[in-house]
């Protein structure tokens, strides 16, 4: 049964900085490719940022600069720090796992990415 459980989001006010973890278990962790997804609800998810199964990283245009992601293997928890948030990064941050990295990872439809978390909100005000 694999489960993924989110944490770290909240309240931060412009200029902030804030760090989401990802507890995962059920699955062999460094095999995967690991992402953080966000959802302004009415809008579209954007891909955040992505880590493949070779600790390569992506990251998307609007946090570029300003978002690391990483994974602690012993752990089996995926990270996504993030500094200088401003209101348009407000929104509910979602880790999922896939079994490939895809090209196309920081747009919908999200088909690589077969399992997912339950969420964390993120405000920035």
């Known amino acids: 049964h694999v489960q993924l459980v989110e944490s770290g989001g909240g309240l931060v006010q412009p200029g902030g900085s804030l760090r989401l973890s990802c507890a995962v278990s059920?699955?062999?962790?460094?095999?995967?490719?690991m992402a953080w997804v966000r959802h302004v609800p009415g809008k579209a998810r954007e891909g955040v940022a992505d880590?493949?199964?070779?600790?390569?990283?992506y990251y998307s245009d609007s946090v570029k600069g300003r978002a690391l992601i990483s994974k602690d293997t012993a752990k089996n928890i995926l990270y996504l720090t993030m500094t200088n948030l401003q209101p348009d990064d407000a929104a509910i941050y979602y880790c999922?796992?896939?079994?490939?990295?895809?090209?196309?990872?920081?747009?919908?439809?999200?088909?690589?990415?077969?399992?997912w978390g339950q969420g964390t909100q993120v405000t920035v005000s």
């Open positions: 999922a796992t896939g079994r490939y990295h895809s090209g196309s990872w920081y747009k919908p439809p999200f088909s690589q990415y077969d399992n």
């Open positions: 059920g699955l062999t962790f460094s095999a995967h490719d």
């Open positions: 880590i493949d199964s070779d600790g390569d990283t």
